[in-house]
């Protein structure tokens, strides 16, 4: 069986869709991945066994502004369609996956036109996102355009005309069913756990876990943005200073806030304290998490990070560190089941401070924590037990083509 996955960003880095590909390749199924170019990228290229066939997107003004007005009355994207269209004919494939609510309708049209199987994979609560995110003066304008009743009317449709849909948590499919209304059946929760023997056989730079050696080093990994609850972490250092003058936050990764983080950063007079690393390749990721004594993961509560889970948290509890997560649903529900961790009330920068000391003053808390964590990761929440349910749905999709 041949499958196309469609992902409107770039290939690589994209953690998920590498860990759903290689399943899939591993399971028997040929797998093509139709992505965007940056325009250094090769065209066409095979990456560990998934044959990427990359377009790049149109630069000029005129094209740009008919794709997105295109886009903003249709939620169909001309460029896409046409080039999904093409991959179809030319690979000749057997089912269509595409990433992410944006592309899933104009994914539907190709698919009903060509009489092929159409998996809706959703990392997150697209409305949610949107509403979320919507605070730029940018954004403010889009949601004028296409306001977030839009955005769940596309969602609800989508769900229910797509063949299979794939989430990422139990609180995601949650929604799905119960606000969607599509049968429990029809969603599988494929999380965002790790693959512990890739993610264990990546060296770990002793330069990194050197350097942080003379610190009690508090990480956060990942993207910024306002949602991340990023700015929680840099008011709760002047707390955390007070009692563990030797405290370090290390911020690795980037983001749109990036600049208003280290302006608070310098309001907080924490600055010193405070390390932003700018975007790391994940092949460091291990070992800035084994430099962490302590592993955040402060998403302010939402309806968007209420329905969906970052690979964070299973990195850290891969690693044996403790984590200390915001009240957000998914968040909260794993580190109470597991043990692998303290929770804090979503925003509370002076909650968030406690546990950071807690942990610091008890070296048998952190142990305890760091081994439950790391326990659970290996028993229960890692790829292997959710690469078996994306092979098995696409087992079951087969049995019903044929």
């Not at 799905?176 to 993610?199: H, R, S």
């Not at 807690?358 to 070296?363: E, F, G, L, T, V």
Request: proline share 5%.
């Amino acid at each position: 069986m041949k499958i196309l996955m469609l992902l409107r960003g770039f290939f690589p880095p994209d953690i998920r869709v590498e860990k759903e590909a290689r399943s899939l390749l591993k399971g028997g199924y040929e797998v093509f991945l139709l992505s965007a170019n940056k325009g250094d990228m090769a065209n066409e290229e095979t990456v560990e066994g998934i044959k990427v066939i990359r377009k790049k997107l149109p630069q000029d003004f005129p094209g740009r502004a008919w794709i997105f007005f295109c886009f903003q009355v249709s939620f169909i994207h001309p460029f896409w369609k046409k080039a999904l269209e093409d991959a179809v004919k030319q690979y000749r494939v057997d089912a269509i996956h595409v990433h992410d609510l944006p592309l899933v309708s104009m994914g539907l049209k190709i698919a009903r036109k060509f009489n092929l199987p159409l998996i809706a994979d959703l990392h997150e609560n697209y409305p949610e996102a949107i509403k979320v995110l919507g605070r730029s003066r940018k954004a403010k304008i889009l949601n004028v355009i296409s306001p977030t009743w839009r955005w769940k009317r596309l969602e609800r449709f989508c769900v229910h005309q797509a063949d299979a849909v794939i989430t990422v948590v139990d609180e995601a499919k949650q929604h799905y069913v119960n606000d969607c209304g599509i049968p429990a059946e029809k969603a599988t929760v494929v999380m965002n756990t790790e693959d512990l023997d890739y993610f264990y056989s990546i060296p770990i730079d002793k330069q990194i876990i050197e350097k942080y050696e003379p610190c009690f080093v508090i990480s956060y990994v990942g993207g910024f943005g306002p949602h991340r609850g990023i700015q929680t972490a840099i008011s709760a250092m002047p707390g955390i200073l007070h009692q563990v003058p030797n405290a370090r936050l290390l911020l690795v990764g980037s983001g749109p806030n990036e600049a208003a983080l280290k302006e608070l950063a310098r309001r907080e007079r924490v600055e010193q304290a405070v390390e932003f690393t700018g975007w790391q390749p994940f092949e460091l990721v291990p070992s800035y998490i084994s430099a962490s004594d302590v592993c955040l993961i402060p998403h302010i509560a939402s309806g968007h990070t209420n329905t969906t889970i970052p690979h964070k948290i299973f990195q850290a509890m891969a690693m044996g560190k403790p984590v200390i997560v915001s009240s957000a649903k998914p968040l909260k529900r794993i580190v109470e089941e597991t043990g692998a961790g303290l929770v804090y009330s979503s925003g509370d920068a002076e909650a968030l401070a406690e546990a950071v000391i807690r942990i610091y003053r008890d070296n048998e808390l952190a142990t305890k924590l760091g081994e439950a964590g790391k326990k659970a990761a290996k028993q229960r929440y890692n790829w292997e037990a959710e690469a078996e349910k994306l092979v098995s749905l696409y087992q079951n999709l087969q049995k019903t083509i044929k």
